[in-house]
């Protein structure tokens, strides 16, 4: 059984990420789109989970890179857990937007 190098599961995992924000994007537009046309509540907060998804994955994004540099004298174990706080944030704020929107029943 082959052993699989660093370099390709950095790569693995930079494309992982990417195709999934693109894919979140696609979804949070499809459904702003239907949200808009049929004027369902229901579904432009369907929009908004999405583009929160969309986020999460530009952080992660945003996290392999920084999670990955090598160790120096201020940090001589590495950056690697950099990279948690990175993929934990989003999990403090997926209803930050909720939050800030106004609800229309007060």
């Known amino acids: 059984m082959r052993r699989i190098s660093e370099g390709e599961v950095k ?6 990420v990417v195709v999934a924000g693109a894919a979140n994007l696609a979804i949070a537009v499809a459904k702003l789109v239907a949200g808009l046309i049929s004027g369902s509540a229901a579904m432009l907060s369907e929009a908004a989970h999405s583009v929160a998804d969309t986020t999460t994955e530009v952080l992660l994004y945003l996290a392999l890179p920084r999670g990955a540099r090598p160790a120096d004298t201020r940090h ?23 939050r800030a929107s106004p609800s229309p029943t007060g």
Do not use: D, I, N
């Not at 790569?11 to 992982?16: F, I, K, N």
């Open 76 to 98: 001589p174990f590495g950056y690697g857990k950099e990279s948690y706080v990175w993929r934990s944030s989003p999990r403090c704020s997926p209803s930050s937007p909720g």
């Open 11 to 16: 790569a693995e995992s930079v494309g992982t």
